[in-house]
């Protein structure tokens, strides 16, 4: 039996969790779409992208697999997850020291959950950090990141937030962002590391959009590595969320906190899907064929997010260039009094009309940590088909005729908010 004491705590930490705002919104546009409105889906961030043939096929050769696997993970599949991480961001792990899990979420909550510390956050932050912090009964503070400065973290706000929080403290940090679409440089993320490294902080580097970044990523770890995990997984890059497998990677430093996720694991969903595991060697493994498959998708992305920023920009928003992902992080901070004209007040009420008006599903920024009454929202411009895309990127065709040929939900739907803006 549950103490009354325990169950009154339990009941706090809920009261202020709501659904996901992703899942939430993409439930309300199906809702809609079923009584036949047409609804351009700008909400859910969910790879448009076929999962790439040749990890299907290892799906297939694998579906006859049911046992139960080790809680930490497929060793095979823990040395390709290694391997990659040393191909990709020459950064060095040992296979004993990475965890599988049922998407890089899931990870991230059970790090929160063997962690006893404070949770620091850059605002605006993914929709889930905040709510998973609230979850695992953690103390958490918000730290104001500016329109200026490209929505990221800087070095002296870092700081300041560290000062003020004494004892253990945890940082996410997520890049290419979500859901600002921004990424870090190797100066900044090197400076982040030295305030991190001084004030004993452990960072969750979640580079579930790593792959993503339509220049170089780099890693935090390369500068913090004794006090960085890097989370990722197959959702984003390889089109895989519905999989869910997500992958985490410790420094010897910091095993204590893999051991209690590896008791969390045997105490909660014990092991990912074995089928999925043993697919997931494939997509991790170096091939011509995905490094194809990420080129092509980074060029599409490109293309779409450019469309995208240039033509609301032109209606007198305020957007930076998406640097990775798919994501925009929209301001309509110019067109303040007309909104107010309107009587919108604040971003929640600003998505509930464009979605009831216009048809067009946007996030709020209030659900990614930003004051309720700054008129923000996030736009993902995956809402086109992902298979034509890549058959067609090769064809040369202008920005205007690629968009019109595989994009048509997209150039509605920012037709839509042009309209509306101006």
């Known amino acids: 039996m549950i103490p009354e004491h325990s169950k009154v705590e339990i009941a706090e930490r809920l009261k202020h969790i709501k659904p996901s705002a992703t899942l939430a919104i993409n439930e309300k546009s199906k809702a809609l779409q079923n009584k036949g409105k047409k609804i351009v889906r700008f909400g859910l961030g969910q790879s448009p992208f076929p999962v790439p043939a040749v990890v299907v096929q290892a799906l297939k050769d694998n579906a006859h697999q049911k046992d139960y696997l080790n809680t930490k993970g497929l060793e095979p599949l823990r040395i390709a997850v290694a ?7 020459q950064l060095d792990y040992s296979s004993e020291n990475i965890q ?6 899931e990870l991230i909550y059970d790090i929160l959950l063997a962690l006893d510390a404070t949770l620091l956050l850059a605002s605006p932050s993914w929709v889930s950090y905040e709510p998973q912090g609230r979850l695992a009964g953690i103390n958490f503070e918000w730290i104001p990141c500016s329109y200026e ?18 004892g253990q403290k945890v940082s996410i940090l997520n890049y290419p962002n979500n859901p600002t679409g921004q990424t870090y440089t190797k100066e900044e993320l090197e400076a982040l590391a030295g305030v991190a490294r001084k004030y004993k902080v452990v960072i969750i580097a979640d580079e579930i959009y790593g792959a993503l970044s339509f220049d170089s990523h ?23 969320g519905g999989w869910r497998l997500g992958t985490a990677a410790f420094p ?25 595991q043993y697919a997931a060697i494939t997509a991790f ?5 995905l490094d194809l498959y ?16 240039q033509n609301l920009s032109a ?8 640097m990775g992902g798919f994501y925009l992080f929209v301001s309509a901070e110019p067109k303040r009094e007309m909104l107010e004209r309107r009587g919108i007040k604040d971003s929640t009420t600003l998505a509930e009309i464009m979605l009831e008006e216009i048809g067009v599903a946007v996030l709020p920024g209030i659900d990614f940590g930003r004051p309720a009454e700054e008129f923000t929202f996030r736009l993902a411009f995956v809402d086109f088909d992902g298979e034509q895309a890549l058959q067609l990127i090769d064809s040369q065709l202008e920005q205007e005729d690629f968009i019109n040929r595989c994009c048509q939900d997209i150039k509605v739907g920012i037709e839509q908010l042009t309209n509306y803006f101006n």
Request: charged fraction near 20%; hydrophobic fraction near 30%; glycine fraction near 6%.
């Open 83 to 89: 391997d990659y991480h040393k191909r990709v961001n």
């Open 100 to 105: 599988i899990g049922p998407g890089s979420k």
């Open 149 to 166: 400065g490209q929505w990221k973290l800087t070095a002296e706000a870092f700081e300041q937030a560290c000062k003020n929080n004494p």
């Open 218 to 240: 780099h890693s935090i770890a390369e500068y913090y590595p004794e006090g960085t995990i890097v989370t990722a997984g197959l959702s984003k890059w390889c089109g895989a």
């Open 252 to 276: 010897e430093s910091l095993k204590e906190i893999l051991n209690y996720m590896s008791i969390i694991a045997s105490e909660t969903y014990t092991s990912v899907s074995a089928p999925i």
């Open 285 to 289: 493994q170096k091939a011509d064929e």
């Open 294 to 309: 990420l080129d092509k998708s980074n060029r599409i992305l490109k293309i779409v997010s450019s469309y995208c920023q």
């Open 315 to 322: 209606a007198g928003l305020s957007i930076h260039p998406t």
